[in-house]
């Protein structure tokens, strides 16, 4: 059973950086996509950033553009979201996806979802 475990959230003012790291379990990462996704009170759940199962084709959503980076390390079976320079807009909870190699931005297109991890960005 594919299992998924974001941690990394908190609070961290405007400017900071937080590191979110998604561990998967009960599969090897070699074949499955990860997608970070975000949702913040009263709002859609929106793509943030995914990631292929090569590591090769890589999607960020334009609000995050330079800010953010997606990452994997297959041999720790993790895949991380650097985010710098946050902004308040950031706040929400982040949650890690998966699915079988094509990296997509739609939520609609995963099959596996953590339990998601809470990110405020405030002064």
């Known amino acids: 059973q594919l299992q998924l475990v974001e941690s990394g959230g908190g609070l961290v003012q405007p400017g900071g950086s937080l590191r979110l790291s998604c561990a998967v379990s009960g599969v090897t990462l070699d074949y499955i996509a990860i997608g970070w996704f975000r949702q913040a009170p009263g709002k859609e759940r929106e793509g943030v950033s995914s990631i292929s199962s090569s590591g090769s084709t890589l999607y960020y959503a334009d609000s995050v553009k330079g800010r953010f980076t997606i990452s994997r390390d297959n041999a720790k079976n993790t895949v991380y979201l650097q985010m710098n320079s946050l902004k308040p807009e950031d706040t929400a909870v982040y949650y890690c996806?998966?699915?079988?190699?094509?990296?997509?931005?739609?939520?609609?297109?995963?099959?596996?979802w953590g339990q998601g991890t809470q990110v405020t960005v405030s002064s």
């Open positions: 996806a998966a699915r079988r190699n094509i990296a997509t931005m739609t939520p609609h297109g995963y099959d596996y």
